[in-house]
């Protein structure tokens, strides 16, 4: 509306042409501006600092000194961080399997069948999504502890598949949410077994939200730090533990290196899945 | 097509959910084999669950579902020789349109080669073959249609189950459905079962018709036999439109008998069966005439005066008033072309119908 007037009277002033801005245009308000580009700061400039620096040509990096890519060469040869990494990717692995599998069948379910208490299971069920971690890993060790099991790679995996799988199981159920379930009718009344149906049916409807769930169990695993902390013995150190303890020595350009190595992998992972989740998205819309 | 032989019974079929719902209510009909059948009702007259019992995908709490010689109690959905077309169509979003259509018949190992012939054969006959690798995202609603009406004929069943297959389609498109869905059937030879709420789609589609109403089947009859003899108010209101008019029978004479109504007065009317105390006396708005002169006293006479003009392009729909305030409704063919309405609010005119054409309705 105000640009019509604008156009309609051209004759003013220009500085008097352009129209005070609308409620709705945010983008226009001056102090609204500087919120937004202090919360970016807040926000962003760690990171970018974190990345700039393992870039740092210094030992000590305080100050920049100059570019390198030594560091990453360094952390690359580091055979400790590589170890850790190694051992991140195969916990992160076997963690994402177990968790997308018990996940995607818990979203089924509780897309599919009503039953009793299903409001407080439900409940239950998020429960490790909003629990403080400390809490979560707390109780794990202690678990642990109890049944005498010793602390290594595999309390770590299990750790990890608990608090994954209901990350998966929320999002697959999100995802059946717009299932037609006439599909199925339409399948069984075509001939076909009712496994046959989940196979050719059901199971194709579901892979979008597996695919996103599994991504996200898989990040989730592979930059966990307080309840792999807790829940790991000797020899166990993953890839976020091994940087802690190498900060706690010193702050060097390697570990930046190694960090931003961690932060473009778990970026990776999580535009895939949200780009898989939104495209699935805008078809179900269209069908 | 109609050979008389019978191809769906049903038999004191119930179906009861929880213990207070009773979806169907003591079903009880056969369908002969051919025959395009319709189900009609208003929402939640218990169709769908009757159709679906027919399928298998629900099961009668009571009673017995025999298709083709075969009683169904226990026979899976993928076991049945129906096929059925889906309100939502329930065309598979993942399959090319060939592959949906070839679905059923890869899932039960028929040949891949014979599946491809068939398939096409199947599209060809909805006029479909050119959208076959197409994707179901890129086709309207119409197309998509066609795309489940294929998959199921493409199994060769029995019996078509088509639960409101025309309610998501726009009018022109529904009513050129219609026409083809009739064609189909009398090509292909099978047995239609519709399920519908439109009673139009019921008339112009089907040789016969089932009302029900809550649970109950109210009356089966071929469409004609429907409309001019409906067998109780809720029918004779239900199909059509209709004036109804509480009266109750004053004597009988001879095969006429004498009603009586408060607004209407006394007259009499040829009528076969029993028929005595309170009754609804109804006639179809199309049988009354308008006019401004006295009509022969051969006929039910009434005066009466226009409350409301509805104009519908093909049609007038003429709501007049008696004195005793008794509204009746009359339509009025717009034979001749003109603008000028042929009646004004406020005219005093003289309804008049023949008394064959009274309907006495005891129920």
Same mark, same amino acid.
């Not at chain 1, 717009?178 to 379930?181: N, P, R």
């Not at chain 2, 208003?42 to 007259?45: A, E, I, K, L, W």
């Given at each position: 509306m105000a640009t019509d007037i604008a156009v309609q009277t051209p004759a003013l002033p220009a500085a008097r042409r352009k129209p005070r801005p609308t409620p !709705?245009?945010? #983008?226009?308000k001056r102090w609204l501006q500087a919120v937004m580009i202090f919360n970016f700061v807040f926000l962003y400039f760690p990171i970018v600092t974190l990345i700039a620096f393992s870039?740092?040509? %210094? @030992?000590?990096?305080?100050?920049w000194q100059g570019f390198t890519l030594k560091y990453y060469d360094q952390a690359f040869h580091n055979q400790g961080l590589q170890e850790a990494f190694a051992r991140s990717i195969v916990i992160a692995l076997c963690s994402t399997v177990v968790s997308t599998a018990i996940g995607a069948m818990l979203g089924l379910a509780l897309y599919r069948y009503r039953f009793p208490l299903k409001g407080p299971f439900e409940g239950l069920l998020y429960l490790p999504i909003v629990i403080p971690e400390i809490c979560m890993a707390m109780a794990m060790r202690s678990f642990f502890g109890q049944l005498d099991v010793p602390l290594g790679i595999t309390t770590i995996t299990i750790s990890h598949i608990a608090f994954s799988f209901p990350f998966v199981a929320v999002v697959v159920r999100s995802r059946m949410s #717009?299932?037609? *379930?006439s599909l199925e009718e339409a399948s069984r009344d075509l001939g076909a077994s009712p496994s046959q149906t989940f196979f050719n049916v059901t199971l194709p409807y579901m892979m979008p939200g597996i695919i996103a769930g599994a991504l996200l169990a898989f990040t989730l695993s592979l930059d966990d730090f307080v309840i792999t902390f807790f829940t790991s013995g000797p020899g166990s150190t993953t890839f976020p533990v091994k940087i802690y303890s190498m900060v706690r020595q010193s702050v060097t350009p390697e570990v930046n290196a190694a960090s931003t190595v961690l932060i473009v992998l778990t970026l990776t992972v999580t535009i895939v899945a949200m780009w898989i989740q939104s495209r699935s998205g805008n078809k179900s819309i269209a069908s | 097509m109609n050979n008389g032989k019978t191809i769906i019974s049903i038999r004191n079929v119930y179906k009861r959910f #929880? /213990?207070?719902? $009773?979806?169907?209510?003591n079903a009880n009909f056969e369908i002969a084999e051919g025959e395009f059948f319709a189900l009609l009702g208003? %929402?939640?007259?218990g169709k769908t669950t009757l159709l679906r019992m027919l399928a298998g995908f629900e099961n009668p709490s009571d009673g017995e579902i025999v298709i083709d010689g075969q009683?169904? *109690? #226990?026979?899976?959905p993928d076991k049945r020789p129906v096929n059925m077309v889906f309100q939502s169509y329930?065309?598979?979003?993942?399959?090319s349109v060939e592959r949906n259509v070839g679905y059923g018949l890869r899932v039960t190992g028929v040949p891949a080669d014979e599946t491809k012939r068939r398939a096409k054969e199947a599209l060809e006959l909805v006029k479909m073959d050119r959208f =076959?690798?197409?994707?179901? %995202?890129? !086709?309207s609603g119409g197309q998509r249609q066609r795309v489940a009406l294929a998959r199921a004929l493409v199994k060769r069943p029995k019996v078509l189950l088509l639960d409101?297959? &025309? %309610? =998501? &389609?726009d009018a022109k498109l529904r009513e050129a459905m219609q026409l083809e869905l009739v064609r189909l059937q009398q090509s292909v030879g099978i047995t239609f079962v519709i399920v519908t709420h439109d009673q139009d789609e019921a008339l112009s589609m089907a040789n016969r018709i089932a009302v029900m109403e809550s649970g109950k089947v109210r009356q089966i009859a071929p469409p004609a036999e429907l409309y001019e003899?409906? /067998?109780?108010k809720f029918v004779a209101d239900f199909i059509g439109k209709m004036n109804l008019f509480e009266g109750k029978v004053a004597g009988v004479d001879g095969n006429q008998i004498v009603v009586e109504s408060r607004g209407l007065g006394r007259f009499s009317v040829p009528h076969s069966g029993a028929a005595q105390g309170e009754v609804g006396i109804a006639v179809r708005p199309e049988k009354i005439r308008l006019d401004r002169d006295k009509p022969p006293s051969d006929r039910v006479c009434l005066r009466g005066r226009v409350t409301e003009l509805a104009y519908y392009g093909d049609e007038s729909n003429v709501f007049l008033e008696n004195e005793t305030g008794v509204t009746v409704n009359v339509n009025v063919a /717009?034979? =001749?072309? @003109? $603008?000028?309405?042929?009646f004004v609010i406020g005219d005093e005119l003289w309804l008049s119908w023949n008394p064959a054409d009274t309907l006495v309705l005891t129920e």
């Open positions: !709705l245009e945010y #983008g226009r870039f740092n040509d %210094s @030992k000590r990096n305080v100050t #717009g299932f037609d *379930e | #929880g /213990n207070s719902v $009773t979806a169907v209510d208003p %929402s939640g007259c009683v169904m *109690e #226990g026979v899976d329930a065309v598979f979003p993942h399959m =076959a690798e197409r994707m179901p %995202s890129q !086709l409101e297959p &025309l %309610s =998501a &389609l003899y409906p /067998n109780s /717009n034979e =001749a072309r @003109k $603008t000028a309405a042929a």
